[in-house]
């Protein structure tokens, strides 16, 4: 439903995380002992931490990207979660002054994925109305989801990561949009793309694939396209998270393979997750959890974050799972951001981590050096 269209209200608290810009089995199976979430040779939990998304492309040369490595090691941070660039040198030099590297990658959204789109476009999720994401993505054009249904599927993206984590010079892999893409966006996000989402509109809801009705067929005894109200159906909405869930279980396995730890961004609680993107990341076996509470995606205020990791961490209770809270620096000053921190350590988070590294102003490296005491 366009925005102009809708006249009623729905109160901030109605519908939570979201859309960010270009830059995601049921049960929880424990992950081997052997490795820890930081990636020592211990099951004990670890201190609290700080990390940072990064963008590893651009044209900084090795020494500005020492310099930059420095500052963020001198302020207390512990590492780096890297998208792009040269592999060997980032990593080299994150090492070399004592950062852990892990590699930052998008899973199902495979829009930069040139070999998929030509080779498989049968892979890629399809709404209620018919329409595949390949040809017609929603919300912006990068949005190009695969089905994590499909076995196919699981196995390109389970090869992946395992390739990557078999890289001697990465100390873990870190999973992104690992999820069926947004059937409703966050709140604040609404105005942004002339939306008010006050249900599941079928343009967004995904994936009525052929795969995906023909197993949910099998087992439950109707097409989901049948369904009066796919949305109040708790067999199909139960389907879509442990879609997800057994794509993610494959790709643990095959990074704990190589003794590396494996950690995703997720959605910002597991209500919130489940609700807007067929996301159950409490049932995950993955060694971190990195919810993204940016709290201006939903209209709330600072504390939110502290309440976002107490429900996440009780839903995470006895699955040996750390969280660190994701914290979003537009929108976030200096102090807001060591108050942010504060709050996340205050809630029993193992830690946080920035979007993104260019975000961070000297002074916030200087908030964050009071918050941690370094």
């Not at 963020?72 to 090492?95: C, E, N, P, Q, Y």
């Not at 939110?304 to 429900?311: F, Y």
Request: with cysteine; aromatic share 10%; net charge negative.
């Amino acid at each position: 439903m366009r925005r102009r269209h809708f006249l009623g209200t729905l109160g901030k608290g109605a519908v939570g995380a979201g859309l960010l810009p270009a830059s995601a089995l049921q049960g929880c199976v424990a992950r081997p002992d052997a490795v820890s979430a930081t990636g020592e040779d211990t099951a004990a939990g670890a201190d609290f931490t700080a990390w940072t998304w990064v963008h590893g492309g651009g044209d900084r040369s090795a020494e500005e990207w020492r310099a930059r490595f420095r500052a963020l090691s001198d302020a207390g941070f512990h590492a780096v979660l890297v998208s792009g660039g040269d592999t060997g040198m980032l990593s080299d030099i994150a090492r070399s002054v004592g950062l852990q590297f892990h590699r930052w990658i998008w899973i199902m959204n495979r829009n930069g994925d040139a070999w998929a789109q030509e080779n498989h476009p049968e892979w890629f999720t399809v709404n209620r109305n018919g329409e595949s994401t390949l040809e017609h993505p929603p919300y912006v054009g990068y949005y190009r989801w695969v089905c994590p249904t499909r076995e196919p599927v699981r196995e390109y993206l389970a090869s992946m990561v395992g390739e990557i984590a078999a890289d001697e010079r990465i100390d873990g892999v870190h999973l992104d949009y690992i999820r069926h893409s947004d059937v409703i966006l966050p709140i604040g996000l609404w105005e942004r793309y002339d939306l008010v989402q006050d249900r599941e509109y079928p343009e967004f809801d995904y994936c009525y694939c052929e795969v995906c009705r023909a197993a949910f067929l099998d087992g439950h005894g109707v097409d989901p396209m049948e369904l009066e109200d796919p949305a109040a159906d708790e067999a199909w909405v139960r389907f879509r998270w442990d879609s997800v869930t057994g794509a993610v279980s494959r790709m643990a396995e095959a990074v704990h393979e190589h003794g590396k730890p494996i950690s995703a961004a997720v959605f910002p609680t597991p209500t919130i997750a489940r609700r807007l993107v067929r996301q159950a990341w409490d049932e995950w076996p993955v060694d971190m959890l990195f919810p993204m509470l940016y709290h201006s995606f939903y209209l709330e205020d600072i504390p939110w974050i502290g309440a976002g990791v107490r429900e996440g961490l009780a839903a995470l209770e006895g699955s040996g799972t750390e969280l660190r809270a994701g914290l979003y620096l537009p929108s976030l000053g200096p102090d807001e951001l060591a108050e942010a921190v504060r709050l996340s350590r205050e809630a029993g988070s193992a830690g946080f981590s920035t979007f993104e590294m260019n975000g961070l102003t000297d002074e916030h490296l200087a908030a964050l050096r009071g918050v941690l005491g370094t």
